[in-house]
């Protein structure tokens, strides 16, 4: 049977309800691919694959889920540990810095400070998935996007943690089907706009 194509307001609203099934399922892949890689060496591919497929829909180029995130995972299980797999372990740092100061006057500016940088870290994935640089080059650049647009980021990061906080205290079932897609998703259509070339002038 023939797919049929839904045009104009329906098409587009037809578009939108399909992410949040692309989202949850998105969602599974990634634990899989946590999971499949005894988490500590899995958790960097399987953010990366995230990235990609989520970039892929953005750009409408109708990516095979499975597949294509499987692909994703293994081309970068091994590059992705360094680019990604590192700055990912401090979020622990970061955590015992905002733990042991929890109790000091210095809470505040370590909370702030945490929060920019998770911000920031946020957008890492995307921008790996956007372009291909070195390492150090690609943790450049995610600085320089993140904090070109300071507004920007700071409010993806507090729809995030707004969407976290009342998805936990209204539906908490539902906050394992969405993130950290979700996140991904908001970051990925951050940076793609940042990054991408400005229109030619007329």
Known sequence: MADIEVGGRFGRLYGYLDWPVRLAALNLLWLLGVLAGLVLFGLAPAT??????LR???LDRSPRLWRDFWAAWRSSLRSSQVVLGVPILTVWV???YLLLARSTPF???MAVLAAG????????PAVVAHVDLPVLRSWQVTAEVAWRRPLVTV?????VMGLAVGGWLTTPAAV???????????AT???QRALEPPPPAR
């Open 48 to 53: 990366a694959a995230l990235y990609s497929v």
């Open 56 to 58: 892929a829909y953005l």
């Open 94 to 96: 970061v955590v015992f």
């Open 107 to 109: 809470v505040a500016g």
């Open 117 to 124: 940088y998770l911000a920031t870290l946020l957008q890492l």
């Open 155 to 159: 409010a993806v990061a507090a729809l």
């Open 176 to 186: 394992p089907l969405f993130f950290p897609a979700l996140p991904a998703l908001l």
């Open 189 to 191: 259509i951050t940076v």
